[in-house]
C-alpha cells in the first residue's frame, strides 16, 4: 500500500517457477493438443441449467421474433442489426425450442439438418430454450433420416426454481 496516496497500487499475477518439471507427454511436446470424441445427446436428455451439449437435429420451424436495424445501412460501427428467431428442432426423442441469433437464423431453414455443437439450456419464463453462444459452432448438414418425436416438446414443460433448506 502506497502511503502517499492511501490507494493500493495495482496488482499483476506472476508466473512461480516451476519446482517440480515432470517431462511432458509427446503429444504436448510435440505441441499437438489431443481433442476429444463429441458425446451426441438425443433431445430428451436435456435439462434445465445445463451446457456443452452436442446434437443432430432436424429444424421443424422457424419463426423471426426480433429483427433491428436499418434497412440498407449499418448500425452499431459496422455490424448489422440484431436478429433473434424462434426455431423449432427436434430428433427421434422430442422437439425443442432453439433460440437462434444473427448469423444462425441464415443457418436454420425449416426442413434442413444441422450439428449444435456445445449448446447450452437457457431458461426463459421457466422454460427450456437450447440456444449457441459465441464457443459453440453451428454446421448444415445431410438430411436426417429418422422421423422427429412432434409430441414430446420440453419447451411445453414449465419449471419453477425452489429453494432447498437443509437441515
Known amino acids: 500500500m502506497s502511503t502517499t496516496t492511501g490507494r493500493r497500487q495495482p496488482q499483476q499475477w506472476r508466473r512461480q517457477p516451476r519446482t517440480n518439471v515432470a517431462a511432458k507427454p509427446?503429444?504436448?511436446?510435440?505441441?499437438?493438443?489431443?481433442?476429444?470424441?463429441?458425446?451426441?445427446?438425443?433431445?430428451?436428455?436435456?435439462?434445465?441449467?445445463?451446457?456443452?451439449?452436442?446434437?443432430?437435429?432436424?429444424?421443424?420451424?422457424?419463426?423471426?421474433?426480433?429483427?433491428?436495424?436499418?434497412?440498407?445501412?449499418?448500425?452499431?460501427?459496422?455490424?448489422?442489426?440484431?436478429?433473434?428467431?424462434?426455431?423449432?428442432?427436434?430428433?427421434?426423442?422430442?422437439?425443442?425450442v432453439f433460440t437462434a441469433r444473427n448469423e444462425q437464423v441464415d443457418l436454420l431453414?425449416?426442413?434442413?439438418?444441422v450439428i449444435i455443437r456445445n449448446a447450452k439450456i437457457d431458461m426463459f419464463k421457466g422454460t427450456m430454450r437450447l440456444a449457441v453462444d459465441k464457443w459453440g459452432r453451428i454446421e448444415i448438414t445431410e438430411p436426417a433420416t429418422f422421423v422427429v418425436k412432434e409430441d414430446n416438446n420440453l419447451s411445453l414443460v414449465e419449471y419453477e426454481l425452489v429453494n432447498v433448506v437443509q437441515e
Not at 51 to 75: F, I, N
Not at 109 to 113: A, D, F, I, L, N
Request: aromatic residues 2%; proline residues 5%; positive net charge.
Open 26 to 96: 509427446p503429444a504436448a511436446a510435440a505441441g499437438t493438443v489431443g481433442l476429444r470424441k463429441p458425446v451426441f445427446v438425443k433431445v430428451e436428455d436435456l435439462k434445465p441449467g445445463t451446457a456443452g451439449h452436442t446434437l443432430v437435429a432436424k429444424v421443424m420451424s422457424s419463426e423471426t421474433v426480433l429483427s433491428k436495424g436499418r434497412v440498407g445501412g449499418v448500425m452499431g460501427g459496422g455490424r448489422g442489426g440484431a436478429r433473434v428467431a424462434e426455431c423449432v428442432v427436434g430428433d427421434e426423442t422430442g422437439t425443442v
Open 109 to 113: 431453414k425449416p426442413g434442413g439438418t
